[in-house]
């Protein structure tokens, strides 16, 4: 059964680092394009961050660039988004999903993706 399980979120002080896991079962994750998302309390989910199979291509919303990196284990079959500088406008529940088949590119639309975690709560505050 093909699982996706984030972990990592909790509260941090405006500044500080977080880093957020997904960990992927049933499937090899390496093979297939990841997103990272966010929703925000009464707000649209919005694409965070995403690479594509093979880390082929990498993107990042304007909003974290420079701040927040996507990166893969292939040996632990995990994803992870390394979030830096945080502030309190990255106050969401994150969640990583996975696009189901090996389509090349990646993407913000919550559409194109097919699985999804169950979300990680982030709160940056002081």
């Known amino acids: 059964q093909l699982q996706l399980v984030e972990s990592g979120g909790g ?5 500080g680092s977080l880093r957020l ?3 992927a079962s049933g499937f090899t ?8 998302f ?9 694409g965070v961050s ?4 093979n880390d082929d291509s990498t993107y990042y919303a304007d909003s974290v660039k ?13 994803v992870y988004l390394q ?13 990583c999903a996975v696009k189901g088949n ?8 919550t559409s194109w993706y097919d699985y999804w975690g169950q979300g990680t709560q982030v709160t940056v505050s002081s």
């Not at 509260?11 to 500044?15: C, D, E, S």
């Not at 994750?29 to 990272?36: F, N, T, V």
């Not at 995403?50 to 199979?53: G, I, N, P, V």
């Open 102 to 109: 090996r389509e090349h590119g990646c993407s913000y639309y």
């Open 38 to 46: 966010r929703q925000a309390p009464g707000k649209e989910r919005e």
């Open 66 to 78: 420079g701040r927040f990196t996507i990166s893969r284990d292939n040996a632990k079959n995990t």
């Open 50 to 53: 995403c690479t594509s199979k």
């Open 11 to 15: 509260l941090v002080q405006p500044g």
């Open 83 to 95: 979030m830096n500088s945080l502030k309190p406008e990255d106050t969401a529940v994150y969640y």
């Open 21 to 23: 896991s997904c960990a």
């Open 29 to 36: 994750l390496r093979d297939y394009a990841i997103g990272w």
